[in-house]
């Protein structure tokens, strides 16, 4: 179902610079400026999700899902830094290449803005927590190198026995596409009130080739209350 | 402040934990499954879980069976389609039941009427 986007889009801007340049005219400022940024299109996801889409992954999931505490529930989007590593097969992102922003969507409704038009942070006074923070950018070459504060204080993932974080919180991250149908992301997180040194990831992603839009996923027919203590399936 | 929590040494660490649901499965039994025949009331293409609505004839009548399934989304990657699945099919489908006995479970896989089995591979 993969749809030939990214040719058509060659294509399109081919045509328009061969049409700038036969009526003596430069290309638009703009039209440069994305000629110089790379390829990001497609939907991408964790190796460990594409690993948990059917037959033994999807098997072992089952059986890892039922080694988390009976009461364990978690029906909200994952935030940040979470998203960047989900290991189910319902969650995958977009990203939006602009020269001013990259903007990363998810299947759950998070998304990241990630200025790149050379803003900095807000200043303190103009500055909260919010569950994806403040996220500015510049390119190194193709690699896109991410900065955020201001992230709500709680744990990096709802799982049991993530670290817990708190608003000073400091993220990088160089996040570049490897090859055609691998991405990566390197990050390092210091929080110099919770961890006593910068923990870091690598986290690589595939490309995704059996959906072709992103399908949200939500909780608005959630049948699995918890009761006395325990997740139950509740009746129809 | 919660005490510091000391991560260095750790050349690598997931940002999540190496759980893959987004709720717990400690109600089903994940060591036995189980395999019933049935006919198709519903199957309710739903976030964040699509279910199978099966009802079951025993001894003491007919019984609904609430069979829980991954997302849409999940469920579409594993071959599943809204109409995979009509109501009165008759089916034979493999499930972990529930460790307190209620008719639901953790869906493994449906097999039709056809032969065509949906959902995976019988559990390990």
Request: hydrophobic letters at 40%; glycine letters at 6%.
């Amino acid at each position: 179902m993969i749809r030939a986007n990214a040719k058509l889009t060659a294509a399109l801007a081919a045509t328009l610079f061969a049409a700038a340049a036969a009526a003596g005219e430069p290309p638009p400022p703009r039209a440069l400026a994305f000629a110089t940024l790379p390829d990001w299109t497609g939907i991408w996801e964790t190796e460990a999700a594409a690993a948990s889409v059917s037959g033994a992954g999807a098997q072992a999931a089952a059986k890892g899902a039922s080694l988390l505490p009976p009461d364990f529930k978690s029906c909200h989007a994952a935030g940040f830094p979470a998203i960047m590593n989900v290991p189910l097969s319902d969650f995958m992102f977009e990203l939006l290449v602009t020269p001013e922003q990259t903007m990363l969507a998810a299947t759950d409704g998070t998304v990241r803005h990630v200025y790149t038009d050379g803003r900095a942070h807000p200043k303190p006074a103009d500055l909260w927590p919010t569950a994806a923070g403040d996220s500015i950018g510049h390119w190194d070459r193709k690699t896109l190198v991410i900065d955020t504060v201001a992230r709500e204080a709680g744990p990096i993932s709802p799982f049991p026995g993530s670290p817990n974080l708190s608003t000073a919180a400091h993220f990088t991250e160089r996040l570049r596409r490897l090859d055609a149908n691998t991405m990566e992301d390197e990050m390092t997180i210091d929080d110099p009130k919770r961890l006593t040194r910068p923990m870091q990831s690598r986290i690589r992603y595939t490309r995704v080739r059996d959906i072709d839009r992103l399908i949200p996923i939500d909780c608005e027919h959630d049948r699995d209350p918890v009761v006395n203590g325990k997740t139950v399936v509740a009746p129809p | 402040m919660n005490a510091v929590q000391h991560l260095a040494g750790i050349a690598a660490i997931t940002l999540a934990a190496p759980c893959l649901a987004h709720h717990s499965f400690a109600n089903f039994d994940t060591t036995k499954s189980l395999t019933l025949h049935g006919t198709v009331k519903e199957l309710q293409w739903t976030n964040p879980h699509c279910y199978v609505q099966l009802l079951v004839t025993g001894a003491t009548g007919s019984v609904e069976w609430s069979l829980e399934m991954n997302s849409p989304l999940a469920s579409y990657r594993a071959g599943w389609r809204p109409g995979s699945v009509q109501r009165g099919d008759k089916v034979t489908v493999m499930l972990y039941p529930t460790k307190d006995g209620t008719p639901a479970s953790r869906l493994i896989s449906v097999t039709r009427a056809d032969g065509r089995t949906l959902g995976g591979r019988p559990p390990a």
